[in-house]
């Protein structure tokens, strides 16, 4: 599998971004699309996880009513709409597929968000 990543740059606190992840390869064979962040001098923190067969959504705590994932089945793509954000939102973001239950194994190139007060 094959991810690539796009849609990062910066905005003002309040507005909205939204970032792509094209799949290829053995889309077949992904459980769950998760995107994750790691903001400057943090570890990198699930931000929330596509459920590739049922569409089912989880979302961090810190997201959640804010940012949406959803998917373009056709174009094997997963996006995650973020909105209302907010300067500690600023992170860059990373799409990843999950193939063997309970393992990312395929991840994107980071793209970077930030955002601005």
């Known amino acids: 599998v094959q991810l690539q990543a796009s849609g990062g740059g910066s905005v003002l606190a309040g507005g909205s971004l939204r970032l792509s992840c094209a799949a290829s390869?053995?889309?077949?064979?992904?459980?769950?699309m998760g995107w994750f962040r790691q903001a400057p001098g943090k570890e990198r923190d699930v931000v929330g996880r596509?459920?590739?067969?049922?569409?089912?959504?989880y979302y961090a705590d810190s997201v959640k009513g804010r940012f949406t994932i959803s998917r373009d089945s056709a174009k094997s793509t997963v996006y995650l709409q973020m909105n209302s954000l907010k300067p500690e939102d600023t992170a860059v973001y990373y799409c990843?597929?999950?193939?063997?239950?309970?393992?990312?194994?395929?991840w994107g190139q980071g793209t970077l968000v930030t955002v601005s007060s």
């Open positions: 596509f459920s590739w067969s049922s569409g089912s959504t």
């Open positions: 390869g053995r889309t077949f064979s992904i459980y769950y």
């Open positions: 990843a597929a999950q193939t063997r239950l309970g393992q990312y194994d395929f």
